[in-house]
């Protein structure tokens, strides 16, 4: 064993010390607070190669994404835990609802890594799931595993995730020097200006707007996000946010336009 | 390798929001005994329709030519197994599987009614379907589609599929299985290779509706349903 690409130099010790030894077990595991602290073995892939090699962390790969799934699915403690702060949410408990989504957050990162989603892209998947639980729960049954539940979410979302970017990444091309020495034909310099002054201007009407108005706008226009996402967050319901939006705009154009006269 | 989770204000922000969208929910029945409500609607509707159909002349069929009867044994399975399947794809933990389930029970429906059409090279002197007649077919289906389609999608409402197009298009198949199965009441002739094709294409047609309209069951937010 000539090195390691990634990994911690204990893991990859008893990889080493497994390896001299019998050849029968081939386990890297590190114990933490969560279960899922299970050390995927594809991150000590030695860069040396060979045949040998590649069919240990085969094996290992396979192995560690069966003990994984397994511990998921095992009706532990925590899962146990879970299942009742599941059950108390379905009944309306908002604090076991909260403590139970929290609880979620480091198992849906664990297991959208294991499916593939880079870690740049992991917390899109980590609000999906947790919008998914939400308009899910009642198809939970408590008599089961919510810990399998969730996984199995969580694995569809990451999925799900992972065709959006392949589909993207078939359709665009990053070349930024390409993007850089493109030459636009419509460029006008004095337009720069001009947008420029007008983007002020509305920055400027949009911080006079009343606190409600403001914000119907950051969420449904600046952040475009839909009415329920934005009443998800704000905790306004779907009409106030509308009839703050629509004042909002109508407060925007009139003092936007108003400079024009002017 | 740390499990640690830094903390993210937006996720903490969407738990917030979504904890103060929460409402009571009832957990919802298995998939089995929502696809019996189902079905049971389907019978009752079959009960009623009975009242106005011509029992005798239909007895007399079934007892003539036994593939008849297996063709509608065939499509009666096929709506039960769809329903069933359809209720348990719309779960999101559910397994695509249960897309196979109506499976060999639609295998039986199309084998023992391809061979209703062979009886008019077997005994020529079988009445077969004139056109108008096979047209009726076709609206009869669409019609008791309507409403079986309906309460199946305000149904399946209730749950949150993750494999939306398969479900619908599981649950048209129901729909037209259910459909095609009361449609034997009113159909006082054999199945000509014209006719069986009118029903496939009514089978066809009730399925890519309910494939395009379905998909959308889940398309939008419903995030105030149990506040």
Same mark, same amino acid.
């Given at each position: 064993?000539?090195?390691?690409?990634?990994?911690?130099?204990?893991?990859?010790?008893?990889?080493?010390?497994?390896?001299?030894?019998?050849?029968?077990?081939?386990?890297?595991?590190?114990?933490?607070?969560?279960?899922?602290?299970?050390?995927?073995?594809?991150?000590?892939?030695? @860069?040396?190669?060979?045949?040998?090699?590649?069919?240990?962390?085969?094996?290992?790969?396979?192995?560690?994404?069966?003990?994984?799934?397994?511990?998921?699915?095992?009706?532990?403690? !925590?899962?146990?835990?879970?299942?009742?702060?599941?059950?108390?949410?379905?009944?309306?408990?908002?604090?076991?609802?909260?403590?139970?989504?929290?609880?979620?957050?480091?198992?849906?990162?664990?297991?959208?890594?294991?499916? +593939?989603?880079?870690?740049?892209?992991?917390?899109?998947?980590?609000?999906?799931?947790?919008?998914?639980?939400?308009?899910?729960?009642?198809?939970?049954?408590?008599?089961?595993?919510?810990?399998?539940?969730?996984?199995?979410?969580?694995?569809?979302?990451?999925?799900?995730?992972?065709?959006?970017?392949?589909?993207?990444?078939?359709?665009?091309?990053?070349?930024?020097?390409?993007?850089?020495?493109?030459?636009?034909?419509?460029?006008?310099?004095? +337009?720069?200006?001009?947008?420029? !002054?007008?983007? +002020?201007?509305?920055?400027?009407?949009?911080?006079?707007?009343?606190?409600?108005?403001?914000?119907?706008?950051? @969420?449904?226009?600046?952040?475009?996000?839909?009415?329920?996402?934005?009443?998800?967050?704000?905790?306004?319901?779907?009409?106030?946010?509308?009839?703050?939006?629509?004042?909002?705009?109508?407060?925007?154009? +009139?003092?936007?336009?108003?400079? !024009?006269?002017? | 390798?740390?499990?640690?989770?830094?903390?993210?204000?937006?996720?903490?922000?969407?738990?917030?929001?979504?904890?103060?969208?929460?409402?009571?929910?009832?957990?919802?029945?298995?998939?089995?005994?929502?696809?019996?409500?189902?079905?049971?609607?389907?019978?009752?509707?079959?009960?009623?329709?009975?009242?106005?159909?011509?029992?005798?002349?239909?007895?007399?069929?079934?007892?003539?030519?036994?593939?008849?009867?297996?063709?509608?044994?065939?499509?009666?399975?096929?709506?039960?197994?769809?329903?069933?399947?359809?209720?348990?794809?719309?779960?999101?933990?559910?397994?695509?599987?249960?897309?196979?389930?109506?499976?060999?029970?639609?295998?039986?429906?199309?084998?023992?009614?391809?061979?209703?059409?062979?009886?008019?090279?077997?005994?020529?002197?079988?009445?077969?379907?004139?056109?108008?007649?096979?047209?009726?077919?076709?609206?009869?289906?669409?019609?008791?589609?309507?409403?079986?389609?309906?309460?199946?999608?305000?149904?399946?409402?209730?749950?949150?599929?993750?494999?939306?197009?398969?479900?619908?298009?599981?649950?048209?198949?129901?729909?037209?299985?259910?459909?095609?199965?009361?449609?034997?009441?009113?159909?006082?002739?054999?199945?000509?290779?014209?006719?069986?094709?009118?029903?496939?294409?009514?089978?066809?047609?009730?399925?890519?509706?309910?494939?395009?309209?379905?998909?959308?069951?889940?398309?939008?937010?419903?995030?105030?349903?149990?506040?």
């Amino acid at each position: 064993m000539n090195g390691w690409l990634a990994g911690d130099v204990t893991a990859a010790r008893a990889v080493t010390n497994n390896l001299k030894g019998t050849n029968s077990g081939f386990q890297v595991q590190m114990r933490s607070k969560n279960m899922l602290a299970t050390i995927d073995a594809t991150a000590f892939i030695p @860069y040396s190669g060979g045949a040998v090699e590649s069919m240990l962390a085969s094996h290992a790969r396979t192995r560690s994404r069966r003990r994984m799934a397994t511990a998921e699915q095992k009706p532990t403690a !925590d899962d146990a835990r879970r299942s009742a702060l599941m059950a108390a949410a379905q009944a309306g408990d908002k604090t076991a609802y909260q403590t139970l989504l929290r609880d979620c957050v480091p198992l849906i990162r664990a297991i959208a890594r294991r499916q +593939g989603v880079s870690a740049d892209q992991v917390d899109d998947v980590v609000q999906e799931v947790l919008l998914t639980i939400h308009r899910a729960r009642q198809t939970y049954d408590p008599r089961r595993s919510f810990t399998a539940w969730l996984r199995v979410i969580a694995e569809r979302r990451a999925i799900d995730l992972l065709r959006q970017s392949g589909r993207r990444g078939a359709r665009e091309l990053h070349a930024p020097i390409a993007f850089e020495n493109y030459p636009d034909e419509t460029a006008d310099p004095a +337009g720069g200006l001009q947008h420029a !002054d007008n983007t +002020g201007r509305v920055s400027h009407a949009l911080a006079s707007l009343p606190p409600r108005q403001r914000e119907a706008v950051q @969420y449904l226009v600046l952040n475009e996000q839909s009415l329920a996402e934005a009443s998800a967050l704000t905790k306004r319901s779907k009409g106030s946010l509308k009839v703050n939006l629509h004042r909002a705009l109508k407060a925007l154009r +009139g003092s936007v336009e108003g400079e !024009d006269k002017i | 390798m740390s499990n640690a989770t830094p903390p993210n204000a937006a996720h903490d922000q969407l738990i917030e929001g979504l904890a103060s969208d929460l409402g009571p929910v009832q957990p919802l029945p298995s998939p089995v005994r929502r696809a019996a409500i189902w079905l049971g609607f389907v019978i009752v509707a079959g009960l009623l329709l009975s009242l106005i159909a011509d029992l005798p002349a239909f007895m007399q069929r079934f007892m003539a030519s036994p593939d008849m009867w297996m063709a509608m044994l065939g499509s009666a399975l096929t709506a039960l197994l769809a329903a069933i399947a359809a209720f348990q794809l719309s779960l999101p933990d559910s397994s695509r599987a249960w897309a196979w389930l109506p499976m060999p029970a639609l295998l039986l429906w199309i084998t023992a009614s391809g061979l209703g059409c062979l009886r008019d090279y077997v005994l020529p002197g079988t009445h077969m379907a004139p056109m108008n007649e096979t047209m009726e077919c076709l609206a009869i289906i669409v019609a008791l589609s309507i409403p079986f389609s309906l309460l199946m999608f305000a149904m399946l409402r209730e749950a949150f599929s993750l494999l939306p197009g398969l479900t619908v298009t599981i649950a048209g198949l129901a729909v037209a299985a259910a459909s095609a199965t009361l449609l034997n009441l009113f159909h006082p002739f054999d199945a000509a290779v014209v006719d069986l094709l009118v029903h496939a294409l009514a089978v066809a047609l009730v399925v890519v509706v309910c494939r395009a309209y379905g998909a959308r069951l889940w398309a939008s937010p419903n995030f105030s349903k149990a506040a």
